[in-house]
């Protein structure tokens, strides 16, 4: 589909350049995370606003600046003028196409930055005169492609963190939890560019991940002089239930077996729930044990259909109580307890029991945070370490949620009309005060503890001094991050130095 870089706006906004007062010459603006739907979060991961100059600030624009610019102006007039119903002058867009750049700066936090609620990530503002009109024009279009990758990073991170908490304190390999939130959202999610922005997100937390254009996404957008970033994510040999029928329900064994001697060696993932779950585990595995044991690698089985809880912890006896023992002994004990019953592993130095090597589970539908929690609960009671089944993530945690999820705006603070500067701020009176805006030139400083706090009508020595560094100044560069760097900023996982 191609895209006019000139409509990449909402409507109402492609009359404001007329609408400011006639003598404003420059608009400063700030974009900030206001609030937060999520208990007990209050900080912000910054990551997405160098793809997003990259994609369209650079390559969508290098399209208008070029020689198809006059065309681009025509066909954005007759679009508008159909829209409105009126006529409509775009000088404005010939002038900015004769200057041949985009006259903005963004001052920036360092991508990566866990920033608190209410204090701005970046300024825009113009920085040839006359142009202050095109600093809020970008808005629609840049927090639309912003608000998805750092909602995703937000989201992996504090996962990330729960997880680390009970890998602590049960496990003997902590830094498995790389690998145990793996990213199935891709297919849920709203576009190829919403699932590898999400799906870059991710790879900031947890090393596990099927979203192929994600780590597309971190090399275009995040490598070091063009160079791909190493090992940003990865994922492991895996059949589908498509696999498991074309075998046949009843040479279920034989899929299986067959499968193994595919793959002599390294991890195999094989979906299990297809028919019966509880018969893969307690008649087929025993069947392949010794081939199993024999193999140089890890046989993962996946469960992928009903309560996830459940389906690896088994029922607790208060749930067994309340419904009454099942009629399937298995489903009471859960998988993760009938593997260790066919393939124990030892007890690790904090007491809690593995599977042996050879043998892994992941469960790859409907992990949220609450129910990822609630396993890790339920194992730890239970004496085995919370590392030992992967949770798949998917497109109901990355996608079910909004812009307002962490209420990202975009507002303009400071102008200046005829020379002079004024200070603008918004406080609605019919508002919980979640819209009340910062006020003047913006500074981000740390007080005594390292904390950011916002500057409002800071003075240019506090400006200086800001954490607001510039990132990007009349269609250069002058700050990059690398994924590398900012995955180190967050400091969960590591990435191998390009």
Not at 407 to 431: H, Q, S
Request: glycine letters at 8%; a negative charge; proline letters at 5%.
């Amino acid at each position: 589909m191609f895209l006019n870089p000139l409509n990449l706006t909402d409507s109402y906004k492609v009359g404001h350049h007329a609408m400011y007062p006639k003598g404003m010459t420059h608009l400063q603006s700030n974009f900030t995370p206001r609030s937060s739907r999520i208990d007990g979060v209050d900080k912000v991961v910054f990551f997405g606003l160098q793809a997003f100059i990259k994609e369209v600030l650079e390559v969508q624009f290098d399209k208008f600046f070029g020689s198809d610019g006059i065309e681009l102006i025509y066909t954005h007039t007759k679009r508008v003028e159909k829209l409105l119903g009126t006529k409509f002058d775009a000088q404005h867009w010939l002038d900015l196409w004769r200057l041949g750049y985009l006259p903005l700066k963004f001052c920036a936090l360092e991508e990566g930055t866990e920033c608190p609620l209410r204090v701005p990530m970046f300024t825009i503002e113009n920085t040839v005169p006359g142009y202050g009109w095109l600093v809020n024009y970008i808005e629609s279009i840049l927090s639309n492609n912003i608000w998805m990758p750092m909602t995703s990073a937000t989201t992996a991170l504090i996962l990330r963190r729960m997880l680390d908490s009970f890998a602590r304190v049960s496990s003997d390999t902590p830094e498995f939890v790389d690998w145990q939130g793996h990213d199935f959202s891709f297919r849920g999610m709203s576009s190829p560019e919403a699932g590898a922005a999400s799906g870059a997100g991710h790879l900031l937390s947890f090393a596990g991940s099927d979203t192929l254009l994600a780590m597309d996404y971190a090399d275009l957008y995040y490598s070091k002089n063009g160079y791909p970033v190493k090992f940003s994510g990865g994922s492991v040999p895996a059949t589908e239930h498509s696999v498991m029928c074309a075998g046949g329900k009843d040479d279920e064994l034989e899929t299986f077996r067959r499968l193994l001697k595919e793959y002599p060696t390294g991890i195999l993932s094989v979906v299990s729930d297809t028919w019966d779950l509880w018969k893969v585990i307690t008649e087929i595995l025993p069947q392949l044990k010794d081939e199993i044991m024999a193999r140089d690698g890890k046989l993962v089985i996946r469960p992928d259909s009903g309560d996830p809880v459940q389906i690896l912890c088994g029922r607790t006896g208060e749930e067994i109580n309340t419904y009454g023992v099942s009629k399937n002994p298995a489903i009471d004990k859960g998988v993760v307890e009938l593997l260790y019953e066919i393939f124990p592993g030892p007890t690790n130095s904090k007491g809690f029991k593995t599977l042996d090597s050879h043998i892994g589970v992941i469960y790859g539908d409907s992990i949220t945070y609450d129910r990822a929690q609630d396993i890790c609960i339920r194992l730890f009671a239970k004496g085995f370490a919370t590392t030992i089944p992967v949770l798949g993530v998917g497109s109901f945690t990355y996608q079910y949620v909004t812009r307002d999820t962490f209420g990202f705006a975009m507002k303009a603070t400071w102008c200046k009309v005829d020379g002079e500067e004024r200070n603008l701020f918004k406080d609605p009176i019919t508002d919980n005060g979640i819209k009340k805006s910062a006020k003047g030139r913006l500074a981000v400083l740390k007080d005594v503890e390292g904390k950011l706090c916002l500057v409002n009508e800071a003075s240019p020595e506090q400006e200086a001094s800001s954490e607001l560094k510039p990132v990007w100044i009349d269609g250069r560069f002058v700050k990059e991050h690398t994924f590398r760097e900012i995955a180190e900023r967050i400091g969960v996982r590591k990435i191998l130095p390009e």
